[in-house]
């Protein structure tokens, strides 16, 4: 770094140091705060919002960093905006979450955003992309690399304003009551999946199930499905997965680093101060650390679990069966690219940068991994 970057370096990170608080959060690559229109000067009026979630009531790790989240908000408003949080069934249906917060009936939403691929296909972008990048990838393209300004400008039409507020890491390939031993053995498969990744398996010769979490095991036990991909150890164990199928697949080639998201009403969030809105950015980036944080140290105990107590197969996907996933994976991407302009536009983004973010990972973690881990 010659003198004159030097200076020009250290004056700018003095200045975005001075002004502190929420605005450091949105440093990344430039970028400023939005304020969306809020008054700048802070009130005292107390506001009482309603959250609904796609997860069970109390879910763990999911309904708990919704819970969380409305708590820490409390906290740091100082009782302003207290949020009340429902499960999934407890005020409108799990999958009703999204219409409620874009007509108003509440005022946010927690969920993951491939869920929302009927009414927008480029939403499952924000979500995971089959062979697509990890946990820390996704923040870094969200939060760093223009993928939250494409989040808003899409949920926009829907009066809707995204927050990424969790990550699952990579999961599990899935559980199936059958080994899957060649690509052929999904033929009739019928398996609860959802976004991009139901639409390979169907390409694949099986079919897609999209269910809310609370209806996985009994579908599973009746035989309504074959086979289920949820998250990972802690949920799968606490689920009860290993007593009703026998096989558990990785890697999870379909939703390596899944985001979750907070959804507000777009008019309501505008009504809300500025402190206030940051106070939501905020709380939404400590559940996206703790979300994330939690599963990791929660799935390395609970597949020690599974291992000591069910005589669980846990299997690799056999290589050819993940080289027909990935060409799957490219021609759905390429099908929904092509029948949407806005998948296509974010799509672009993605791809872009998960190139570049994949040269920096061969030489940093996949070189730790492969050579130097033990």
């Known amino acids: 770094m010659d003198k004159f970057n030097r200076r020009d370096f250290l004056r700018k990170a003095s200045v975005a140091a001075a002004a502190g608080g929420a605005s450091l959060l ?66 409108v249906p799990a999958l009703e979450a999204f219409d409620a917060v874009r007509q108003g009936v509440v005022q946010m939403g927690h969920a993951a955003s491939y869920y929302w691929a009927g009414k927008t296909p480029a939403s499952q ?6 062979f697509g990048m990890n946990a820390q990838q996704m923040n870094a393209w969200i939060l760093c690399a223009g993928g939250l300004e494409l989040w808003r400008e899409l949920y926009a039409d829907f009066n809707l304003v995204p927050f990424p507020c969790g990550n699952t890491g990579v999961q599990m390939g899935g559980w199936f009551k059958r080994r899957i031993d060649a ?7 019928k398996m609860r999946i959802p976004g991009l990744g139901g639409k390979v398996i169907e390409k694949a010769g099986g079919s897609a199930v999209l269910s809310a ?15 289920t991909e949820w998250i990972g150890p802690y949920h799968d164990y606490l689920m009860g997965f290993p007593k009703v199928a026998d096989y558990y697949y990785y890697p999870g080639w379909h ?21 206030l809105q940051a106070i939501i950015f905020a709380a939404s980036q400590r559940s996206n650390v703790w979300m994330l944080s939690e599963f990791e140290a929660k799935n390395a105990v609970y597949l020690q679990k599974i291992k000591a107590e069910y005589k669980t197969e846990i299997l690799e996907f ?6 027909a996933f990935r060409e799957y994976s490219a021609e759905v991407i390429e099908e929904v690219t092509a029948g949407d302009a806005m998948s296509k536009k974010v799509y672009k983004s993605f791809a872009k940068f998960q190139k570049e973010i994949g ?3 061969d030489i940093t973690e996949r070189a730790y991994y492969s050579r130097l881990s033990v």
């Open 26 to 91: 949105w440093a990344c690559g430039g970028a400023e705060e939005e304020s969306g229109g809020a008054p700048a000067v802070q009130t005292r009026k107390k506001y009482e919002w309603k959250m609904v979630t796609t997860w069970p009531p109390g879910f763990p790790v999911l309904g708990e960093g919704a819970e969380l989240f409305a708590k820490w908000v409390d906290e740091m408003s100082a009782g302003r905006l207290k949020i009340r949080v429902y499960g999934g069934g407890e005020l």
């Open 125 to 130: 972008f924000f979500a995971s992309v089959p």
């Open 183 to 189: 690509i052929s053995d999904l033929q009739g498969l």
């Open 213 to 227: 979490g609370g209806e996985i095991f009994t579908n599973l036990e009746r035989g309504v499905i074959d086979a």
């Open 255 to 275: 939703e390596p680093g899944t985001i979750l998201e907070l959804f507000v009403n777009k008019s309501a969030y505008e009504q809300l101060p500025a402190d």
């Open 318 to 323: 056999p290589a050819g069966v993940l080289r």
């Open 359 to 361: 040269e920096w990972a």
